[in-house]
């Protein structure tokens, strides 16, 4: 058995003060930090959108942030700008060990359509190389922590376990927006549903991942 962490999103404009802050997102840091050397192959994915990407209220003439629209072919919640490419509010949080990171994913490169997944856009079109990568180091058992838990978290655990992957999702490690009350609560009963493995790092740190 081999492991990997994937870190989801852990950047500056996710965290409390950013663009997008995800309340308690920075709490996540530390855990990522102290779960790293626990496994084989340390992941990350990274929001990296153009300026004129589709899912940016400012982007759509008399939108606002949090209304529902079209992007793709496909609803789309619009956001505030955030994670701009090459921009600090796209960087990684300054205190995440990012030296232990082997392999970094862009993600929402593409104007036209949003990409929650750290394997793949909403559609399912384009991949970002993800589950090649993965596969290629031999990487069976994956655990899945990071920013927001409705959205992007949720996207990546139910993909990888679609890639072939056993997935545990490290729970301490994420922290949800939350846009409609409940959404944290349905986000963990779909990725259950899927097929996910709920734990803690405490019970990481303990006994690792078991399959």
Known sequence: MKTALILVDLQNDFLPGGALGVPGGDAVIPV???????????????DWHPADHGSFAANHAGAQVGDLAE???????LWPVHCMQDTPGAAFA???NAARIAAVFPKGTDVAIDSYSGFQDNGGRRQTGLA?????????????MGLA???CVKATAIDAVAAGFRVTL???????????????E??????????????????LLEKGLKP
């Open 132 to 144: 090649d990568y993965l596969q290629a180091q031999g990487v069976t058992d994956v655990a899945v």
């Open 186 to 203: 349905r986000a963990l009963a779909a990725m259950v549903a899927a097929g996910v493995r709920l734990t803690d790092s405490k019970q």
């Open 149 to 151: 838990t409705d959205y």
């Open 170 to 184: 490290v729970t301490d490690g994420c922290r949800g927006v939350d846009l409609a009350d409940g959404d944290v």
């Open 71 to 77: 992007l793709g072919g496909l609803p789309q919640v």
């Open 94 to 96: 300054p205190e995440l």
């Open 32 to 46: 990522a930090n102290a779960l790293m050397d626990s496994f084989d192959v340390v992941a990350a994915t990274q």
